[in-house]
């Protein structure tokens, strides 16, 4: 099945308007991917429903694995008044190889990073919660906003665990 299709699917079962909230670009992208009429980058907009309805991930250096369509409005982000989104703003911008953003040369490589997230660091829970919390107050969030940032750390556990799951079969192991 395509990524056009699987866009179509969940617009007619959910409205183009939440698809496009989504994936974080406007109802009428959405409608005009449908109807194969998009004048911008397809591959772009393939990578979004990718990642946000075909479980498609990447390894970023500084959340970890994450969709497709996260790592994109992560390269997107201009603010960086929170220590999390800075990060991230210096990783998309200092080379990390998922990133389509021009290389900023004042940042430094985070190569050494993407490959120390391979490694499968233990999982900190308490640290990940605070995290949290401290994101959804100091974006004036509610209940509904610490909802859904735990909604999606779960799905990127799941993918990690996955992941893990995957290599143990093959008979990979961290660490060789």
């Not at 989504?22 to 990718?50: C, F, H, W």
């Not at 050494?112 to 997230?117: L, N, R, S």
């Amino acid at each position: 099945m395509t990524w056009t299709t699987i866009l179509s699917q969940q617009a007619k079962a959910r409205g183009q308007v939440a698809v496009a909230n989504e994936l974080g670009v406007s109802k009428t992208v959405v409608s005009q991917l449908i109807n194969g009429k998009y004048p911008g980058d397809l591959n772009r907009m393939q990578a979004l429903v990718e990642g946000a309805y075909m479980a498609k991930t990447v390894s970023c250096p500084i959340m970890g694995d994450i969709p497709l369509h996260q790592c994109d409005k992560y390269q997107r982000n201009t603010l960086t008044s929170h220590p999390t989104r800075l990060k991230l703003y210096r990783a998309c911008r200092g080379g990390c190889p998922h990133s389509s953003q021009p290389v900023n040369q004042h940042f430094k490589p985070f190569e050494a990073k993407a490959q120390q997230a391979q490694i499968a660091p233990a999982y900190q829970a308490e640290a990940t919660i605070g995290r949290l919390e401290r994101q959804v107050r100091s974006d004036d969030g509610g209940l509904s906003q610490l909802v859904k940032l735990l909604k999606a750390e779960l799905q990127s556990l799941a993918m990690r665990y996955n992941r893990l799951l995957a290599k143990e079969e093959k008979g990979e192991h961290y660490g060789r």
